[in-house]
């Protein structure tokens, strides 16, 4: 065989082994492509899956946040509706002094109170518009008027060592408990029953028709706030 036809036999040959070589290079990359972009869609499918849960999550954290604070907006605005009833029946005690439920108070517990002392001498404080409201009073009784209070009186010993309190103001005081559940039932428990409120009726009822009203009012605009706030969460 001539040299010539062995090269070019040889070159045939050669260009034949790399055609083959190339192809199967071909091959191995398409399917290298092939396999990369099945991972590529697996970690796209998985970090989209991820991704959704995340903002699901946090979805439902400002869903459960504005929800909180719609409650907290609301036990505010609740609490703040009965701090002002409570302030606006202790502005309204000169009023309960015009009530006859007023003199027969201050007469009945002078009474009662005048019994805890036995036969002590004493000094009875009260408002000199008060005077007349008192009830028939032992010999060792005198009456001051000389009392810088709201209404009632404050009942003690001549030498001071023991005194007995029974101004508005302190009777207030020592019922706000009783009177901060019986305002939040009035104004929030709908369907209950009336209840007594004795000596601070008329006071009470115009106070909790005044703060329902304007409770009410002040509960929409809180609440409507707070709407807000959870379509906004929700977006």
Not at 154 to 171: A, F, P, R, Y
Request: charged content about 40%; overall charge negative; proline content about 1%.
């Amino acid at each position: 065989m001539g040299i010539e036809k062995l090269t070019g036999t040889l070159l045939k040959e050669a260009e034949s082994e790399a055609e083959k070589i190339i192809q199967a290079a071909e091959g191995h990359v398409k399917k290298m492509k092939e396999d990369e972009r099945a991972k590529v869609a697996v970690l796209k499918a998985d970090a989209e899956t991820e991704v959704a849960k995340i903002l699901n999550e946090q979805r439902n954290e400002r869903l459960a946040w504005a929800r909180l604070e719609g409650k907290r907006i609301i036990s505010e605005a609740k609490e703040d509706a009965i701090n002002n009833a409570i302030e606006d029946i202790f502005s309204l005690l000169k009023e309960i002094k015009k009530s006859k439920e007023y003199s027969a108070f201050l007469s009945r517990n002078i009474s009662a109170a005048l019994k805890e002392f036995g036969d002590a001498k004493l000094i009875i404080h009260i408002e000199k518009s008060d005077k007349g409201l008192l009830p028939k009073l032992p010999q060792n009784c005198s009456v001051e008027t000389d009392l810088d209070k709201l209404g009632g009186a404050v009942i003690e010993t001549v030498d001071g060592k023991m005194k007995i309190d029974l101004t508005l103001e302190t009777l207030v005081d020592l019922k706000k408990d009783d009177l901060r559940r019986l305002v939040a039932k009035e104004l929030f428990e709908e369907g209950q029953n009336r209840k007594d409120f004795g000596l601070f009726g008329n006071s009470i009822e115009f106070t909790i028709q005044r703060e329902r009203k304007e409770q009410e009012k002040e509960q929409e605009g809180k609440e409507e706030k707070g709407a807000k706030k959870t379509r906004k969460g929700e977006s």
